[in-house]
């Protein structure tokens, strides 16, 4: 045993401590993306299997050593179906930090229409979904089945309207870029994570579901108690009354204001 433990930090380089790291790098950061999501129990199944196939060579197994063997030559096609939307997450991360990527940014008077719009629904106890695109379009991640492409300017009366009961897209999300409405009656991925809390409803799910996707913060107003919650990067803060609304929403976008010829520049929240 001495003699073997020896023999192994003799022959250890360099370029295998480097080989090491690298390989616990990666194996941790697949399980920090995968962490809380179905994506994990799928990595463990798959890992599972792979140590099947190991032991079918161990005990002879042919038979389910042949079935395994034929299904792992497609392993690649079956890693990228069943981390389809972990990929595209990774891909769009990775796009977001390009060196030439612009931050986000916010008016000031969009932020104070928002507040208002928020505040109005709440009074209602009216429902609704708002998602805040950054630099990543949310266009790959939602259906718009049911929705339609719009290009308006943001305003309390016609987010209200659109969120009315009476509307036939009011139980879809609308996507805000800039001081523009872009889409209205879209339908969010609702999150997969166990962990959730199970009393929230469709609109918190979807939130925190798109928010795990792609860079946005999402605002929702929930109907049945019309309190107010903001979500990014799969994190719920709420409720928020007006003020805490307004704090947030300026810490987040305070030092990247958009100045033009009708708009201010935003003073941090007392």
């Known amino acids: 045993m001495t003699n073997l433990i020896s023999s192994l930090i003799s022959s250890f380089r360099a370029a295998d401590a480097v080989d090491v ?16 999501t179905r994506a994990l129990s799928m990595l463990i199944a798959l890992g599972l299997a792979i140590a099947a196939l190991w032991l079918t060579s161990v005990f002879r197994l042919h038979t389910t050593g042949w079935l395994l063997t034929h299904v792992f030559s497609n392993l690649p096609l079956i890693i990228i179906v069943l981390f389809q939307h972990e990929i595209r997450r990774v891909l769009t991360q990775l796009g977001k930090r390009s060196l030439f990527t612009r931050r986000a940014s916010m008016k000031a008077w969009v932020l104070d ?30 259906e718009l089945e049911h929705g339609h492409r719009v290009d308006a300017r943001v305003s309390r009366e016609l987010i209200l309207a659109i969120f009315m009961p ?22 969010l991925p609702l999150t997969m994570n166990p962990r959730i809390n199970k009393d929230l409803g469709t609109r918190h799910r979807a939130a925190i579901g798109i928010t795990e996707m792609v860079d946005v913060l999402v605002l929702v107003v929930s109907e049945e108690t019309g309190h107010i919650s903001a979500v990014k990067a799969g994190n719920r803060l709420g409720p928020l009354d007006q003020h805490a609304l ?10 990247k204001v958009k100045v033009g010829d009708s708009d201010t520049v935003l003073e941090p929240a007392p």
């Open 113 to 142: 229409e928002l507040v208002k719009t928020c505040v109005s629904l709440s009074k209602k106890k009216i429902g609704a979904l708002m998602v805040i695109e950054h630099e990543a379009d949310v266009g790959d991640f939602i």
């Open 166 to 187: 009476s509307s036939p897209i009011h139980d879809g999300a609308i996507t805000i870029r800039d001081d523009r409405i872009t889409r209205v009656g879209c339908f």
């Open 246 to 255: 307004r704090k947030l929403l300026t810490e987040q976008y305070l030092a």
């Open 21 to 36: 790291l690298l390989l616990s790098v990666l194996i941790y950061w697949i399980l920090l993306l995968t962490k809380g």
